[in-house]
């Protein structure tokens, strides 16, 4: 009962209901009416976005009675990091997104015990009680574990909600956790180990670049039991771990991936999240070995965190699509922060892992309910210097699939293929393969909405197939791109700012000797906000 709320997230949040009456809206539409259009340049439209303000890390991804809960670190008044707050949006499927009123679950706390900002958790369901919290509620079993951050100290609180997540309420007896008053220790995530009935939460010792594993019956009593790291890519600090167990394609066993941000110090710049895989026995994480692998070749996904209690079973991760390098100037208004597509975990087995040591696969969930105007569904032969050009009717947010093959002329591979995503000024996105290099590129230099000189423009990864095969699934929404390739072995999350407005076509090029684009289907797709 120590709830407080900061004023300015107070009048944030009569304005928005202030605006609401004003759109005339019924209490039933007022969720989606107290917000504005999603309409103005660079406004991601099938892609979740903060109404306005801004936004990082996903937090208490949690799916419980229907509904798809996805929290978020939220300042609910200015347009840069600052009076973290735990902002909410619910969806039945993962595609469609409604801001939730209030759209602030946990407020932040600047005055009387719990002085401090609410930063990064996680969010469980209790359906045994085990917190005590539910008792005389029966059908709630929402609690939520975040890191209190004050002045001197970070510690780790929860809070319960007896209103299926709509708000919540901070338990007396906090905090639960104080790692002698340390000033970096933050980043709960939790979730239940069935095969001993135990809490696990994960938790960053950020300067020491370590994963600290606790124990709980109650969410309230937490043993350490186990402590992972320094390994792999230490950089400046360890943010936001997870730990979860994933599906080996093909086969009934088990996995166990354990997910780190660093930030900086990313291989690419800034902040990425790596991540190792091995096993794990309730108490302890084993990496099976101690490659550095990172979840992404864009420089754009981090903070990662994966839902609790979906209800098909699956590890379903939800990245923010920025970098702390450069998130507090990106050229986005009213708003700033972008999460990537919910995409669904698995690993290879090991006989099919690639030289690179890409175990982790993440798969988009399907937006075929959002399909529209199909604009392209065949294949192309593609000579030297000769394109393929799809005009982007309709929404210029839009997907597409393809799978390219080229052959080798007298014992050489040398071709190369562009996919340039441009606008009608000229500006563009290029994807593309190299056949003579086994390598997926991906450019956003060649855009003139925002320049930075830690907005860096040319990703790239090695992928390549014994039959020269490669195949991209690419989502384009305005301002982001989300490229996987061969069935997401590899990811690039990238932002791109086009300041003459967004792609209004897509264009395939070959260089320097045929390519065979071997099927290609094209998509635009609806606004989940309209
Ligand atoms: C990661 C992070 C977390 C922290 C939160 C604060 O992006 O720095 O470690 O809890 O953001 O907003």
Same mark, same amino acid.
């Given at each position: ?28 539409? +007022? ?76 407020? =932040? ?38 890191? /209190?951050?004050?002045?001197?100290? =970070? ?8 209103? #299926? ?50 124990? &709980? ?16 890519? =230490? ?21 166990? !991936? ?40 864009? %420089? ?17 991760? !939800? ?39 890409? /175990? ?6 399907? /937006?075929?309910?959002?399909?529209? +105007? ?6 192309? =032969? ?40 441009? #606008?009608?000024?000229?500006? %563009? ?31 790239? !990864? ?6 020269? &095969?490669?195949? /991209?699934? !690419? ?56």
């Amino acid at each position: 009962m120590q709830k407080q709320f900061l004023p300015l997230a107070s009048a944030f949040l009569l304005a928005a209901s202030a605006s609401a009456q004003s759109l005339g809206s019924s209490s039933s539409s +007022q969720a989606s009416a107290a917000f504005p259009l999603y309409d103005e340049p660079y406004r991601p439209q099938y892609h979740f976005s903060p109404p306005m303000h801004f936004m990082n890390d996903p937090n208490g991804l949690v799916y419980f009675n229907g509904t798809y809960h996805l929290y978020y670190q939220y300042n609910p008044t200015q347009l840069v990091a600052g009076n973290q707050a735990w902002g909410h949006a619910v969806s039945t499927d993962l595609i469609h997104w409604q801001n939730a009123v209030p759209q602030i679950a946990i407020p =932040e706390a600047i005055t009387g015990p719990l002085a401090g900002q609410i930063f990064t958790g996680s969010a469980v369901v209790d359906s045994n009680n085990t917190s005590g919290f539910f008792t005389g509620h029966p059908g709630q079993a929402l609690v939520a574990i975040y890191t /209190l951050n004050q002045p001197t100290r =970070e510690v780790q609180n929860v809070a319960y909600s007896l209103d #299926n997540g709509y708000t919540y309420t901070n338990y007396s007896g906090n905090p639960v956790l104080n790692h002698g008053n340390n000033p970096n220790f933050r980043d709960p995530k939790v979730f239940y180990y069935a095969p001993t009935n135990t809490w696990v939460m994960s938790v960053a010792l950020p300067r020491a670049h370590q994963v600290l594993f606790y124990t &709980s019956l109650n969410l309230k009593d937490w043993t350490l039991v186990s402590t992972f790291g320094p390994a792999g890519v =230490e950089g400046y600090q360890w943010e936001c771990p997870n730990l979860f167990p994933v599906p080996v394609q093909g086969t009934a066993e088990t996995k166990w !991936v354990l997910m780190v941000g660093i930030n900086p110090g990313a291989p690419q710049g800034g902040s990425i999240d790596q991540y190792f895989v091995g096993t794990f026995d309730g108490t302890t994480f084993t990496a099976d070995d101690t490659a550095a692998r990172v979840m992404d070749f864009g %420089k754009d996904f981090y903070a990662a965190q994966t839902y609790n209690n979906d209800p098909l079973g699956r590890t379903i991760v !939800v990245g923010w699509m920025s970098n702390w390098q450069y998130t507090q100037v990106v050229p986005t208004t009213p708003w700033r922060g972008v999460y990537t597509l919910p995409r669904v975990l698995s690993v290879l087995p090991s006989q099919n892992q690639t030289q690179t040591g890409s /175990l982790l696969v993440q798969t988009p969930i399907s /937006l075929n309910d959002l399909h529209d +105007q199909t604009l392209f569904d065949g294949s192309a =032969e593609l000579g030297t210097g000769a394109s393929l050009s799809v005009p982007l009717k309709g929404n210029s947010s839009f997907e597409f699939e393809t799978t390219l093959v080229a052959q080798p002329t007298s014992g050489q591979l040398q071709q190369r293929l562009n996919i340039d995503i441009s #606008n009608s000024a000229g500006e %563009k996105v290029t994807v593309g393969y190299d056949w003579s290099q086994g390598q997926v590129f991906v450019n956003r230099g060649q855009t003139k909405g925002f320049s930075n000189p830690f907005f860096t423009n040319k990703f790239s !990864v090695w992928e390549a197939n014994a039959d020269n &095969s490669i195949k /991209l699934h !690419v989502f384009v929404d305005r301002s982001t791109l989300e490229v996987f390739v061969d069935n997401g072995i590899q990811v690039c999350s990238t932002s791109f700012y086009m300041l003459s407005g967004p792609p209004t076509n897509l264009q395939f090029t070959a260089e320097n000797d045929d390519v065979t684009v071997q099927s290609l289907t094209a998509y635009s797709l609806k606004s989940i906000w309209r």
